[in-house]
């Protein structure tokens, strides 16, 4: 097994942890540097310490995720048929929606867009997911049916009013309805 | 015709237009009411004089979404099928994430969340959409195929990387996606 980057209950593990928090009640955008060291009950240069930026904590955040999707879009990419790999790139993007459920709704975020968007691996791992559902050169039709399935999967896992539904019967019923609309590409 | 609460180019209606304006660069929770003003040119107070806060901006901003909302469902609520039911809602809902489609990314905002649930009104609304989509006492499968299918095309309707496609095209392609997700409902 790989060293994990930060011992549990870390100075940095904390603050993530209590970043996380306060990003899930008031949105990143609403969430300053002297609210996580408040949350903590450490000084502001305590939190800076760990981190230069509230954007690098969110980068932290979401770095164990796109490390995953990486992985998924291998296995995709190995496929022989298209079919193949669109099978393979639904089933993981279902499974980390379930996995990390307390963190997807960090990519709806419009504060986190910039942060993420300036990341070019980020950009080419999130283009090669689209482009094996929808194929090469997609129509508006694709690019559409693409985004709802992604969107719908990635923001119904994140959804609080959900959170009574355990992991794997939220990932069987989601991995149903993101294959129904898929077909819709087929 | 109503009278509008504010004529075009207001300085009610800028402050809106420039508050949706940050919102969509920043999120809500990243907007002040300083960099309202910093983007209007005008002080602060000339903000607060239009507006209470942040959160009545938001509100003003979805308020004309919701009173829409409420007329869908109040068609929807006289046929008398449960299918005629859900068709008028579907389509009310793929109408009106397409029409308001700059505005529906609030609605995924944590900061504005709070403002939201704080209006019995608007969560009634929002609790009939649902009930009408997935029925009485539904399971965990009835919900999370709903939400799937809201978020998926609130979300969508959103998204700026689909910005480029007509508004017509859009609303064909998301209720064709949309009823495909209602089919595993039935």
Known sequence: MAKPVAPRGSARERVLQAALDLFIEHSVGGTSMQMIADRLGVSKPAVYYQFRSRDDIVMALVEPMFDD????????????????????????????????????????????????????DFMAVSDAVAAILHGPNPDARARVITT???????????????????????????????????????
Request: no cysteine; hydrophobic share 45%.
């Open 69 to 120: 999707i990486v992985r998924v879009m291998k296995i995709a990419a190995a496929m022989p048929t298209q079919q193949g790999q669109r099978d393979v790139t639904v089933s993981g993007v279902v499974e980390l929606s379930v996995r990390y459920r307390r963190l997807t709704f960090l990519f709806y975020d419009r504060a986190v867009e910039h942060a993420v968007r300036s990341r070019e």
């Open 148 to 186: 709802t399935l992604m969107a719908g999967t990635f923001t119904a896992a994140a959804d609080p009013e959900l959170a009574d539904i355990g992991d794997e019967q939220l990932h069987e019923i989601l991995l149903d309805t993101a294959r129904r609309v898929l077909e819709l590409l087929a």
